[in-house]
């Protein structure tokens, strides 16, 4: 976890009133842990979540807000200034393709102030930067940067300082760690107006534009594969740069294929959050004026509209996405301190969860009939879950894990049907019959909500075939969970044409069942009759 240090002398600065023990004591009720603490310093760690925490400007900003000295959307005046210009070479499009900056004016650094931007840097560069790989942030002197810039290209025999650019990275060693290519190949730099390379994205700014404690006026560049990200980094330094006193003034960048200025600081929305949901996940009974106040203690804004809540949330804060995360803010602004634990009226205290006892009536009944359970992982991967289902993949409806360093965990299933396939092709060298089931999540990306519970099962023997699973999932829904039950034929993709159907109760589509087409069964290496069925055990629950 990535730590930040605050100088007690800051707080007694920037808390005129409290004591440091008041302050540090609040830490923890905005999402801190407290590591460290002497007679100098109090050291804390903040979740990667939350970049807006990676100086103590960012930490002050919070509590200023739950100890009402100030509340709302923080104010950022960004003036604009058509001189400052980048323009962006299409030769950079297949290396790093994007760039965004800001100048800040005006402020006396100290080394403190330094020290702050400096960790800062480090951590988005590790954060959000991905080690630098999807963003990277360089701080440059803006007296010694001569505007207009340009982003693009060179190859590796290009100067840079006393040196060339394929020499330097070769003596420092820092080319295999962040992805350049080889020194005949070209690099992403960023040069002014008087042909000076000022900085080597994503390595380093050069030591002619370096900033210290002399510096008032900053040219900050953050340069990158993905822009939205690029765009969430610099949102963080502009509001630190702005709580530090600076004056912001916007850059222009100009690229093949659009003009954009940057920074962009507008507030994002969230509409429609309905009060009652709000208590509900807070246990509380608050009004929408109330939820209003507690949500300009965290730094958010909103307006009550009838029984539901539009709230909105400052540029900087990446974190909030979606109706739980603003809950948490309201819960934070209300303060943790404050909510009392509670025991559930509707189960006496000790006793196991509705879920639970759903769940184990769902596994007496098929350990009962022969079935043996299998615990299978949320992440599977493409081709698992649709090459050898013989399915099209269809991203818009799919989880994908970012990066993903295995290809066995690169997606969040949709089905649990290729997970026991996948366990009956391990087990090819055991007996049959095998007969497998599994409760277990799947996920998906149109739905809401995104996650539900699943049953599914499979019988794998040389006779296995429609009427045997019928006859199972039959017997789980009518005798295990006394509900009606009936089939329609109907067809699909993983069936034998005229071998599966849809299974519904009361009226209400559970799933499907019927005999895997041997095309698939073959894709798995397996070589006996399997017939499945799967239902949503959400819609029962």
Known sequence: MPVVSIPKKKIKEFFPGYKVTEVQDMLPYV??????????EIKVEY???????SSYYGITRSLKGILDMEVGLPAVTIAK???????????????????????????????????QLLGMQEDLNNGLGRRKNKASVIYHDLSKVKFPLKYLSVNGNERFG??????????????????????????????????EIISLGPIIGSENTKFDSQSKDLFVEVTGTNLQTLFDILAVIVITLSDMNFSIETVDVNTPVETFSCPNMKNKQIKGIRVSHINKILGLKLTGKEII????????????????????????????FRDIDIIEDIGIGYGIFNLGPT????????TRSHNSVFFDKIRQTLIGMGLIENLNFDLTSKKVQYDLMNLDYNETNVMEVQGSKSLDRQILRTSLLPSLLESLSHNIHEGYPQRIFEIGKVFSSLEYPYERWSLGGMVAHEDAGYTEIKSILQTLITIGLGRNFRTVPSPHRIYIDGRGADSFSEDIKLGNLGEIHPSIIGNFKIRVPIAAFEINLSKIL
Do not use: M, W
Not at 31 to 40: A, F, N, S
Not at 47 to 53: E, F, G, I, L, M
Not at 343 to 350: C, D, I, N, T
């Open 162 to 195: 006393h040196t060339s650019l394929g020499q330097f990275l070769e003596k420092n060693e820092v080319k295999k760690e962040n992805n350049l290519p080889s020194s005949t190949e070209k690099f992403p730099v960023l040069i002014d107006s008087s042909e």
């Open 81 to 115: 200034n058509n001189k400052n210009l980048i323009e962006v070479d299409d030769s950079v499009s297949d290396i790093r393709p994007f760039v965004v900056a800001v100048v800040a004016k005006g402020c006396n650094l100290d080394r403190e102030a330094i020290t």
């Open 31 to 40: 999402g801190l842990d407290i590591e460290y603490v002497d007679e100098e």
């Open 293 to 320: 106040n507690y949500l300009k203690k965290s730094r958010l804004d909103g307006k009550s509209v009838s029984t539901v809540i539009d709230c909105f949330v400052p540029r900087y804060r990446t974190d909030i």
């Open 47 to 53: 979740s990667p979540n939350r970049p807006d925490y």
């Open 343 to 350: 025991v559930p009226l509707f189960r006496e205290p000790g």
